[in-house]
């Protein structure tokens, strides 16, 4: 794809969040901004995640995440949670959803889900989720993918 393509795939609406996954006791948690709700009942969302990563193989043997919307304030959690780092969820005080994902409580909302199925997507997969649980954090405007830059270096994986 040209550069411009690229530039123009950022001018789609969504927010930033930080997905926490778990199985049994191992949990990670990875910044997503590819996720809408795609049912209204059961209220249900979908989610682009690359199948290569560690969180993805957490989602699919735990089958529960909780999806944590990022507040315009908080593009260094955005930024921590998208690098490919040992131990991430060090230095981030954690709850727990009823499903037993991890909730990042300086969040503004979460959505505690369980994994009803995954479906092909390209170079990803997308894991439609059913939401068991929800609740507000804390007030404030949300954040939105374009104004994160080339935080994700994701200019660099568009092809020619």
Not at 42 to 62: K, Q
Request: hydrophobic share 40%; net charge negative; charged share 20%.
């Amino acid at each position: 794809m040209s550069e411009k393509i690229a530039d123009l795939c950022r001018l789609i609406s969504h927010g930033v969040y930080v997905v926490g996954v778990r199985d049994r006791e191992k949990t990670n948690a990875f910044t997503a901004a590819w996720l809408m709700q795609v049912s209204f009942d059961p209220v249900m969302l979908a989610l682009s995640i690359n199948p290569e990563h560690n969180s993805y193989r957490l989602l699919e043997s735990g089958r529960c995440c909780t999806v944590n919307v990022l507040g315009r304030d908080q593009m260094a959690i955005a930024e921590h949670f998208g690098r490919s780092v040992p131990d991430k969820m060090t230095g981030y005080a954690w709850q727990q959803a009823k499903t037993g994902a991890p909730v990042l409580p300086e969040s503004l909302a979460y959505f505690d889900c369980e994994l009803s199925h995954f479906t092909d997507a390209g170079d990803h997969r997308i894991a439609v989720l059913r939401v068991v649980d929800a609740a507000m954090l804390r007030n404030g405007p949300s954040m939105l993918y374009s104004q994160t830059g080339d935080m994700d270096g994701s200019s660099e994986l568009y092809q020619e």
